[in-house]
T-cell receptor
């Protein structure tokens, strides 16, 4: 069964600190892996999309890594800001179409001043 | 640009009532999707559309119906609401179907409670 598991479920860090969120997946066939940010009460917003051949991709202070051999991805946030408080969702595409996406449950990140 | 707009933001229904969740996008995207998000779970695809006049079932279509008469609009209809349909509903769109830079653009959701 195709699954995406994220850890930790929730995380609290102080403003200015770095953090890393984890994503493990068992999805076949694998097409691409995405990270989304979801603010409370809002829809998810795309951060990165990584294909099989990409192992690192950055978007400002967000850096995603992908190890297709171990089926793991991480999202590293540098110098966290209060506005980074949100849920971060890992999504794996099981095919070439956007209707074949497998969504993780997300990691809830809280940044404290 | 407004992007993807969903109405209403909140709604409370009694068991057995019906309603339509509205979704419109102004990005001229061909592909549109309806998801539901339940606490502690990943998003689940209800229905999707690859263009005006074409719709197909997703993972959890039971109890829902959709139509796509225009590129812009993709309403979701709930018939005979049940407590299991209590959820947050998200509409999304994308410009191309394939891999690569094809992110989904989401509305801000409709929070539905069925009692």
């Amino acid at each position: 069964k195709n699954q995406v598991e994220q850890s930790p479920q929730s995380l609290i860090i102080l403003e200015g600190k770095n953090c890393t969120l984890q994503c493990n997946y068992t999805v076949s066939p694998f097409s691409n892996l995405r990270w989304y940010k979801q603010d409370t009460g809002r829809g998810p917003v795309s951060l990165t999309i990584m294909t099989f051949s990409e192992n690192t991709k950055s978007n400002g202070r967000y850096t995603a890594t992908l190890d297709a051999d171990t089926k793991q991805s991480s999202l590293h946030i540098t110098a966290s800001q209060l506005s980074d408080s949100a849920s971060y969702i890992c999504v794996v595409s099981a095919g070439d179409s956007n209707y074949q996406l497998i969504w993780g449950a997300g990691t809830k990140l809280i940044i404290k001043p | 640009n407004a992007g993807v707009t969903q109405t209403p933001k909140f709604r409370i229904l009694k068991i057995g009532q019906s309603m339509t969740l509205q979704c419109t996008q102004d990005m001229n995207h061909n592909y549109m999707y309806w998801y539901r998000q339940d606490p502690g779970m990943g998003l689940k695809l209800i229905y999707y559309s690859v263009g005006a006049g074409i719709t197909d079932k997703g993972e959890v279509p039971n109890g829902y119906n959709v139509s796509r008469s225009t590129t812009e609009d993709f309403p979701l209809r709930l018939e005979l609401a049940a407590p299991s349909q209590t959820s947050v509903y998200f509409c999304a769109s994308s410009s191309i179907q394939g891999v690569g830079n094809s992110p989904l653009h989401f509305g801000n959701g409709t929070r539905l409670t069925v009692t």
